[in-house]
T-cell receptor, first 113, second 116 residues
Framework: NAGVTQTPKFQVLKTGQSMTLQCAQD?????MYWYRQDPGMGLRLIYY???????DKGEVPNGYNVSRLNKREFSLRLESAAPSQTSVYFC????????????FGPGTRLTVL | GQQLNQSPQSMFIQEGEDVSMNCTSS?????WLWYKQDPGEGPVLLIA?????ELTSNGRLTAQFGITRKDSFLNISASIPSDVGIYFC????????????????FGKGTKLSVKP
């Protein structure tokens, strides 16, 4: 039981390049989330998916798109990376959107030059 | 957006000391959570609180959900070297409160380091 897994662990991009961050969970959770963590800022919600087939914007969605591929997988895409998107990205999942505890993956450290 | 004020920002601990940190907000929360993050890892849940006034322990950790529902504290007793890391509080707003979907709001973290 791996919990929440994320790939890649590290990535360096040039401004304007695109990439997709992958996330998968094996806990049969309904809800999944993408956060970014910047120094001294805590975690901020980018997008979330309450259940398979639905996605919604969080606090900081600009510059990102998401896909809930199936119940297990939730990907985050940067279409045209900008230096302001340099951050550590965390995926999380929970049984239900409102009531249940969120479990986090190990993170992807992204640098945009 | 909604904000949580977490303090202190950082603190140094000596093995055996007790440690205390807290989070406050101008908003009412339904749930308070405390997470710990080790370097290079994702946050790991330590304690979850669901009712105002609730006091919950997890080993040497004790956390309380404030009576006003606007604050929470975390205490670590008899600290050990592996307590070093960043501790985050997170609060869940009531669903549909100011447009909220019940998502978590995170504090900026308290960094625990060992006294040199």
């Amino acid at each position: 039981n791996a919990g929440v897994t994320q790939t890649p662990k590290f990535q360096v991009l040039k401004t304007g390049q695109s990439m997709t961050l992958q996330c998968a969970q094996d806990m049969n959770h309904n809800s999944m989330y993408w956060y970014r963590q910047d120094p001294g800022m805590g975690l901020r919600l980018i997008y979330y998916s309450a259940s398979e087939g639905t996605t919604d914007k969080g606090e900081v969605p600009n510059g990102y798109n998401v896909s809930r591929l199936n119940k297990r997988e939730f990907s985050l895409r940067l279409e045209s990376a900008a230096p302001s998107q340099t951050s550590v990205y965390f995926c999380a999942s929970s049984g239900r959107l409102v009531l249940d505890t969120q479990y986090f993956g190990p993170g992807t450290r992204l640098t945009v030059l | 957006g909604q904000q949580l004020n977490q303090s202190p920002q950082s603190m140094f601990i000596q093995e055996g000391e007790d440690v205390s940190m807290n989070c406050t907000s101008s908003s009412i929360f339904n749930t308070w959570l405390w997470y710990k993050q080790d370097p290079g890892e994702g946050p790991v849940l330590l304690i979850a609180l669901y009712k105002a006034g609730e006091l919950t322990s997890n080993g040497r950790l004790t956390a309380q959900f404030g009576i006003t529902r606007k604050d929470s504290f975390l205490n670590i007793s008899a600290s050990i070297p592996s307590d070093v890391g960043i501790y985050f509080c997170a609060g869940r707003l009531p669903t549909n409160y100011g447009g909220s979907q019940g998502n978590l709001i995170f504090g900026k973290g308290t960094k625990l380091s060992v006294k040199p």
